[in-house]
């Protein structure tokens, strides 16, 4: 029986993916074999000793220690896509936001409670306070064009924007989906240069902190407009309240409020709402799911953060899964502690992911798994 340890609530109609004659889920699994969370923060968490894998049901993964995981042989799933169109959703509310200042008119518009008919006169009055600028002809600037930052280039493109997005990892899928009119350029300076807007859609690490900073924001047009969807620390607090007050920024709208922003003039923070919606938390919860299954049964990986994508059909005796570090030399070791034994190998996939790799291997007779564990660089080994 496998057990499943979830940390946060996870929607039911992921759970129930599993079949409860090989799993048992519960938030209380004292030894799981995987592990589902959402923002629970695992970084001082000891990991249990049979622990395989753990799914994020959620796109990033900064609550979850993965360099720590994946010396352990613990393979970190996230479920990219699954809430793209949730946060879809909200930035193009947040392009609406920069443009007019709806939440400083709603809040407005309740303090004159108690007015009576006056209200009428009053909002008639004090509406011109809030007044905007229509998208509409404007150049919107996406850094990052993935999952999220493609489907808003073409809903913007749909509602008469100029597009215009950077992103050096940009998948050939990712490139066919967008829609003809919108610009790809290989200089993210021609963003800074040219938007009106500009939306963040990367993923937070130690290249990509602080990506809007002082110098940065100095190469964009007067006035500009951000937008930050994706990861608070990608914008510097401090250099982003400066251009505000002075206006080099008119607007910054973000998902992800800290103390230093809250109550700044032309800063709209939103308390992290961009993937909660039923859908979306849905959507993560089956992907998550159906992750862990897999690689539970199969060895197949699939949107493994630490780990790179790889399967292989089972036709042997057995199919070895190696879990182990990029290095030379490792690969023929693996197959040499595997034929020494007189098994032989019917089919091989390795794969790697920056320093680590993923070998599997389809096995006819016995397996000696002690030799393979004892190869250096190894850091975990299944047979299915």
């Known amino acids: ?74 393979v970190v799933f996230n479920t990219p896509g699954a809430n793209a169109n949730a946060v879809k959703e909200i930035a193009l509310c947040g392009l609406l936001m920069a443009s007019r200042k709806i ?14 008919a006056e209200v009428g006169k009053l909002v008639e009055k004090g509406k011109s306070n809030f007044a905007g600028c229509e998208i509409m002809g404007k150049t919107l600037g996406l850094i990052g064009l993935g999952a999220i930052g493609g ?7 749909s509602l008469g924007m100029n597009v ?29 240069a040219c938007a009106d807007y500009i939306s963040l859609h990367l993923p937070y690490n130690a290249e990509t902190k602080d990506t809007i900073n002082k110098e940065t924001i100095a190469l964009c047009k007067d006035g500009v407009k951000l937008l930050n969807f994706a990861r608070g620390e990608l914008v ?22 800290c103390d ?21 938390e849905d959507n993560c919860a089956v992907m998550a799911a159906n992750e862990l299954i897999d690689y539970i049964e199969r060895g197949a990986i699939r949107n493994s953060v630490n780990f790179p994508n790889a399967e292989l059909a089972k036709t042997g005796d057995a199919l070895v899964c190696v879990l182990h570090k990029n290095t030379p030399a490792i690969i023929s070791q693996v197959t040499a502690a595997v034929s020494d034994k007189g098994a032989n190998i019917e089919n091989l996939v ?29 850091v975990k080994v299944r047979v299915l």
């Not at 049901?57 to 995981?69: R, S």
């Not at 489907?151 to 493109?157: D, E, G, P, T």
């Not at 510097?236 to 409020?257: C, L």
């Not at 006819?364 to 660089?377: F, K, L, P, Q, T």
Request: net charge negative.
């Open 151 to 157: 489907k808003l280039a073409n809903i913007a493109i």
């Open 350 to 378: 390795n794969k790697s992911k920056k320093d680590w790799a993923y070998t599997m291997l389809d096995v006819n007779g016995e397996v000696d798994v002690e030799a393979i564990n004892a190869v250096e660089g190894v």
């Open 1 to 74: 029986m496998y057990e499943i340890k979830t940390l946060n609530k996870i929607a039911a109609c992921g759970t129930d993916i599993f079949d409860k004659a090989k799993y048992s889920v519960s938030d209380n699994a004292e030894n799981p074999t995987a592990i589902m969370v959402r923002s629970a923060k695992m970084h001082d968490m000891e990991m249990p000793s049979e622990l395989l894998a753990i799914a994020r049901a959620g796109a990033g993964v900064n609550n979850i220690p993965v360099d720590k995981c994946a010396e352990q042989g613990i």
């Open 260 to 280: 230093e922003i809250l109550g700044v003039e032309n800063i709209v923070a939103i308390p992290h709402l961009g993937a909660s919606t039923e859908e979306s």
């Open 236 to 257: 510097n607090s401090a250099d982003i309240i400066e251009a505000v007050g002075s206006g080099k920024v008119s607007r910054y709208v973000v998902d992800f409020p």
């Open 103 to 116: 939440p400083e008119a709603m809040q407005w518009a309740q303090s004159l409670k108690g007015s009576g």
């Open 164 to 192: 215009i997005g950077y992103d050096p990892f940009l998948s050939v899928g990712a490139a066919l989906s967008l829609k003809p009119q919108v610009k790809v350029t290989a200089n993210i300076n021609d963003i800074y």
